[in-house]
T-cell receptor, first 115, second 116 residues
Framework: QQQVKQSPQSLIVQKGGISIINCAYENTAFDYFPWYQQFPGKGPALLIAIRPDVSEKKEGRFTISFNKSAKQFSLHIMDSQPGDSATYFCAASRISSGSARQLTFGSGTQLTVLP | GAVVSQHPSRVICKSGTSVKIECRSLDFQATTMFWYRQFPKQSLMLMATSNEGSKATYEQGVEKDKFLINHASLTLSTLTVTSAHPEDSSFYIC????????????FGPGTRLTVT
């Protein structure tokens, strides 16, 4: 119930292409879904996030699509660039005991954008 | 805004010694701080959650006597790895949040611990 399943494990796209990463969850207590980008040796950085009352959110080249009934959400990176090459993590957030919000991370997707 | 720092960024220590990692929220007061561990090419695993002024809550399987967490102020949390062993070598990442205002956790840059 705590897991967030992420696919694919790795993804290679050509420059200018669309990168799509998918995530699924089971626990309906999750109510906030951020995506993080992590470069080697660095901490994760928030990319974009969505709440379940919205089906899509777009920020620049990054779009989250959210399907509440299917408990699935995905990240689309339009016009992918070599600088987008990084590991991407989806996550799901919920209130845990003691009122602190906890994140559960997906397993990560290693994205490589070829020049 | 919402900057979190960690110190040191890298540390090498000998087996059996203890090492302390600091996590600071630089421009906001963090009521809650989180400590994660990340092995190469793997995801972040939550180790513990700490609220300022109270004891940390450890995730199942994390030894509280080995990974000592102190959250003494609203801007500082420390993780001490006691009697470190090579299997403790990992990338340790902290994050901070301010309850009531933001859903977000703001992550530090991580600390690479190598135990020889």
């Amino acid at each position: 119930q705590q897991q967030v399943k992420q696919s694919p494990q790795s993804l290679i796209v050509q420059k200018g292409g669309i990168s799509i990463i998918n995530c699924a969850y089971e626990n309906t207590a999750f109510d906030y879904f951020p995506w993080y980008q992590q470069f080697p040796g660095k901490g994760p950085a928030l990319l974009i996030a969505i709440r379940p009352d919205v089906s899509e959110k777009k920020e620049g080249r990054f779009t989250i699509s959210f399907n509440k009934s299917a408990k699935q959400f995905s990240l689309h990176i339009m016009d992918s660039q070599p600088g987008d090459s990084a590991t991407y993590f989806c996550a799901a957030s919920r209130i845990s005991s003691g009122s602190a919000r906890q994140l559960t991370f997906g397993s990560g997707t290693q994205l490589t954008v070829l020049p | 805004g919402a900057v979190v720092s960690q110190h040191p960024s890298r540390v090498i220590c000998k087996s059996g010694t203890s090492v302390k990692i600091e996590c600071r929220s630089l421009d906001f007061q963090a009521t809650t701080m989180f400590w994660y561990r990340q092995f190469p090419k793997q995801s972040l695993m939550l180790m513990a959650t700490s609220n300022e002024g109270s004891k940390a809550t450890y995730e199942q399987g994390v030894e509280k006597d080995k990974f000592l967490i102190n959250h003494a102020s609203l801007t500082l949390s420390t993780l001490t790895v006691t009697s470190a062993h090579p299997e403790d070598s990992s990338f340790y990442i902290c994050s901070a949040s301010f309850q009531g205002i933001s859903y977000e956790q703001y992550f530090g840059p991580g600390t690479r611990l190598t135990v020889t």
